[in-house]
T-cell receptor
Framework: QKEVEQNSGPLSVPEGAIASLNCTYS??????FFWYRQYSGKSPELIMSIYSNGDKEDGRFTAQLNKASQYVSLLIRDSQPSDSATYLC?????????FGKGTSLLVTP | DAGVIQSPRHEVTEMGQEVTLRCKPISGHDYLFWYRQTMMRGLELLIY????????DSGMPEDRFSAKMPNASFSTLKIQPSEPRDSAVYFC?????????????FGPGTRLTVL
């Protein structure tokens, strides 16, 4: 079983701070990596994807990938209470996705 | 444009009963995925289809579970007989092979409770 590991949290950050979410994966041949956000009682929604080593920025979100270390991270700048959710890291395996169990983020006003 | 549609949204049944979950993927998408989510195990892939053909069903927990996709716009996941440990949220997702790198769009899910 290919593993995708995340700290379950909860990660608590004050409003306006940077939230840093981390993910490690075990399958070295993985090529595509995704961050999904899931609000309580809702379905996952894609917020970032990354395929190459380095950083990818989209608004307040930055995804970071280090394939040598098998490590993916998500930074959320200027965190807002509306960012409070569970963040799921996913790794592509052929055409399917292997998900981590998610990190719960709480942004306090 | 409608997203992935699932029905029912909630299902409560008794142990031993048959349960059928339904999914309509986004029009034009050629991949369909069934996932199960629980607190203990997270989001697990059960089975996925490409062009209505099952490609990988290694995640189906046991023979009580079966899935079909008779056409491009409809899929079912059936549990017979159901057991309390099947209680979970079941998600259907779809994607387009032409949409590079497999962005999957999830339906709202079916919350199944087996008493």
């Amino acid at each position: 079983q290919k593993e995708v590991e995340q700290n379950s949290g909860p990660l608590s950050v004050p409003e306006g701070a940077i939230a840093s979410l981390n993910c490690t994966y075990s399958d070295r041949v993985s090529q595509s990596f995704f961050w999904y956000r899931q609000y309580s009682g809702k379905s996952p929604e894609l917020i970032m994807s990354i395929y190459s080593n380095g950083d990818k920025e989209d608004g307040r979100f930055t995804a970071q990938l280090n394939k040598a270390s098998q490590y993916v991270s998500l930074l959320i700048r200027d965190s807002q209470p509306s960012d409070s959710a569970t963040y799921l890291c996913a790794v592509r395996v052929v055409y399917a996705l292997n998900f981590g169990k998610g990190t719960s983020l709480l942004v306090t006003p | 444009d409608a997203g992935v549609i699932q029905s029912p949204r909630h299902e409560v049944t008794e142990m031993g009963q048959e349960v059928t979950l339904r999914c309509k993927p986004i029009s034009g998408h050629d991949y369909l995925f069934w996932y199960r989510q629980t607190m203990m195990r997270g989001l697990e892939l059960l089975i996925y289809f490409n062009n209505n053909v099952p490609i990988d069903d290694s995640g189906m927990p046991e023979d009580r579970f079966s899935a079909k996709m008779p056409n491009a716009s409809f899929s079912t996941l059936k549990i017979q007989p159901s057991e309390p440990r099947d209680s979970a949220v079941y998600f259907c997702a779809s994607s387009n092979e032409q949409g590079a790198y497999n962005e999957q769009f999830f339906g709202p899910g079916t919350r199944l409770t087996v008493l």
